[in-house]
């Protein structure tokens, strides 16, 4: 089978690697050199890779063996088709667990009431991290959607590490970028500062 064919057949594959190109999968942590169907961080080598980003110090990004580091979660399968599934930036790092949001948005957004999701890692009572659901419906018009419910559709579908131990929450609006991208570090930002002002707000008279 050939490339374009081969490409052609696997939904939701960026392909495979075309000429004079190298990819590898490595481990974030170790850095160790992963197989098939192993997910960790996306690394290309090329005579005509980039230098780095524009107005950016990328000398972190390009090791002394010339491998870019390009921040992609992504794995290749047995025919070395590779797949992108979230940015490494966007880990959730619950203890020794790091949780790919983008699965428990597919798995929220799944649901019938919710037309857009975003799960970020918040701070809870006790300070640590744990993974938050937050959901924008389908319709203003929809019943008072039941969120335990919600939660529960979510987390029997995931290992217990991967559970929402923050809750799912409802939202009017998410902010975007000019690609239709969730705008995660401003959204993620304004959250915690919503919930610093409602914690430390002084009682009214």
């Known amino acids: 089978m050939n490339h374009v064919k081969l490409s052609n057949s696997k939904s939701g594959s960026a392909g495979m690697p075309c ?6 999968i490595v481990d974030i942590k170790s850095g160790e050199i992963l197989g098939p169907n192993q997910t960790g961080e996306l690394c290309v080598k090329s005579d005509t890779i980039m230098e780095g980003y524009q107005v950016q110090n990328s000398s ?16 290749y399968d047995e025919y070395h088709c590779f797949y992108i599934i979230d940015r490494v930036t966007e880990l959730i790092n619950v203890g020794e667990k790091s ?23 918040l701070p809870d ?23 335990n419910e919600l939660l529960e559709y979510v987390n029997k579908q995931v290992d ?6 923050g809750g799912v929450r409802i939202v009017n609006n998410l902010p975007l970028t000019v690609t239709g991208k969730v705008r995660r570090k401003f959204f993620k930002e304004s959250m915690i500062s919503e919930e610093k002002t409602e914690v430390e707000e002084p009682p009214t008279d």
């Open 19 to 24: 000429g004079g190109t190298c990819c590898k």
């Open 160 to 165: 217990e590490d991967e559970n929402l131990k």
């Open 99 to 121: 949780i790919h949001p983008c699965k428990l948005e597919s798995i929220l957004m799944e649901h019938p009431v919710v037309d857009r999701a975003v799960v970020l890692g």
């Open 60 to 75: 972190d990004r390009i090791g002394s063996s010339g491998w870019f580091k390009t921040g992609d979660l992504a794995y």
């Open 125 to 147: 009572s006790n300070n640590e991290v744990v993974p938050v659901g937050f959901i924008l419906p389908k319709s203003t018009t929809e019943p008072e959607i039941d969120l």
